[in-house]
């Protein structure tokens, strides 16, 4: 074993495979705020949390930090084309993205295979990221969608077993 560099410890976290979300709010001005995250985990059942991180360098996170709720939105495997453009640049990410307005304001995904709306609940800060706790508040699934995957750097849109 070796001390990891930044491209080797990017590299082994490449081999666990997870699912693929973005993560939507409504900024204070009530512009439509959303990027695309597979730091996602269950922490708790009662209460029920969950977790996701962002970089300190993301110019979403002062609405993050500040706002009281969020959404996570569990991608599909057809929505592989939305994770692209929600981890982009320069780009209009809402360009006819078809969503509903949650409970708390936050856009839900139309499409999403489960839907997780959060209060924001804490913040820890670990080195250049921000971890986030939400505890949920509602959420939905559906099981007639499979899940987008990420694995070593790919998008799956069919499990690769």
């Known amino acids: 074993m070796q001390v990891p560099t930044p491209q080797s410890f ?28 597979n730091s996602f985990n269950s922490v708790s059942l009662k209460p029920p949390l969950v977790l996701w991180s962002l970089s ?10 500040a706002g009281t709720h969020y959404a996570i939105n569990v991608l599909g ?13 320069g780009v209009d990410r809402w360009a006819d993205v078809a969503y509903t307005e949650g409970a708390s304001g936050a856009p839900l ?21 921000i971890i986030f706790v939400g505890e949920v508040e509602r959420c939905t699934h559906r099981t007639d969608i499979p899940p987008l995957l990420y694995h070593g750097g790919q998008f799956y849109t069919e499990h690769p077993l």
């Open 77 to 89: 495997a057809p929505q592989r084309d939305l994770a692209l453009r929600f981890a982009s640049r």
């Open 56 to 65: 300190r360098q993301s110019q979403s996170l002062p609405v993050f930090h």
């Open 10 to 37: 990017r590299a082994a976290l490449g081999r666990f495979a997870t699912g693929v979300t973005i993560v939507t709010a409504r900024a204070d001005d009530g512009s439509l705020i959303g990027l695309t995250a």
């Open 109 to 129: 995904l139309d499409g999403a295979v489960a839907v997780f709306e959060c209060f924001n609940r804490s913040r820890y800060e670990e080195g250049d990221h």
